[in-house]
């Protein structure tokens, strides 16, 4: 599947009780108010605490499901890719596409949505389960069947284009440079994208949902003050109807150069109270400002070149084996490919703890930026908490580094109150200036 919404996508908070919930109050806890023996450790347990014993079960179970569908989603996709192999479905496929055109890379475009429509056709069973009733189940979705099937079918369009004009260059490049296509396949793969990113807050996202420009300025205005205070050129903060799919609170950075943004759903605008959605907003401007969105692809691309130089060898090692078996000619073969996302996904299914650790490492800093420049580090508790509804707040630190993409809520809160703790004496001057003025 092609994830067009940006690099440094986050969701912050969810919940399953209402969507239509009234704005959560802070609610800080008498360890975590300012006193003379501030203890960071006591304020960050004092905030676990409020969480319903009954509400933590719930994610937990939700989260650690969550582990099993990586390996689920893996071997599923494979057994699916070895069947179109064996079966031989994939040359029938490719004598398909021969037979519509002469045109190479039509033939390639035409067989990759041959493809597609197959492959999601074989993995809906997996994909309802996933996105429908799993997320229905756990109160995360909004959507009624009809609407997210239609979801569905813009997305396998959206994969339609996008993997045709792929798959077309990529085959054009292993056919004209049988030698080196590795690298120069590599290189157009990261070309392609960094277009994707580019594209998506403008051409894509708006297929799925409506963004449109804030304009509440009692929001608006404390936000564009802190992106002035650290040298964000941000005119617009944008919103959208995510509660369309989703409970779940969130905000990102999207984008590429000029059309790089930051967004707010409406759920977080809705039942964040002000100092949560500053906080929030204050660790997407550190994705911003840190150029994670050009770090993450800088990570990619190295990534991509491994993966394309082991591409190769294991390619060649298989097509030996079972080339003649699969009847695909050679590596030019479009019907190559199901053996080519085969061995991708098993090279990304390895890499899983490598690429969760660099994006929690990224959102790390981006936290420790966005406590820094809101100051706000109770509304960043608050955030972690109503995130916590559906992932796990407290794992071990092996499963931590295997599974999260986010650092725990635990350690965001400690690192909040840790951050409390060192900055009692400026807190309290601001908040006595703060006082005065109400
Ligand atoms: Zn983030």
Redesign the pocket.
Known sequence: MISAVGV?Q?ASTADYRSSAASPSKISVPPEAQPSANFDAEAATNAYLAEIPSSAKARSDAYFEGGYWLILWDFLYGAVVLLLMLNLRWSAAMRNLSERVTRFKPMQTMIYWAEYIVFATVLTLPLTIYEGYIREHTYGLATQTFGPWMIDQLKDLGVDIVLGALLAALLFGVVRRLPRTWWIWGAAVTVCFVIFVVLIAPVYLVPIFNKVTRLDDPKITQPILSMARANGIPAKDVFQIDASRQTTRMSANVSGFGKTMRITLNDNLLRRGSPEEIQSVMG??MG?YVLNHVYKGIMFFGIMVVIGFALLRWALEWSLERWGKRWQIRGIGDTAVLPLVLLLASIFGFVLTPVSNTFIRTQ?HE?DMFGLNASRQPDGFAQAAIHLGEYRKMSPGPVEEWLFFD?PSGRNRIHDAMLWKQENLQALSTSSAQNDTGK
């Open positions: 440094a986050d660790h997407e994705h959102e981006a986010h």
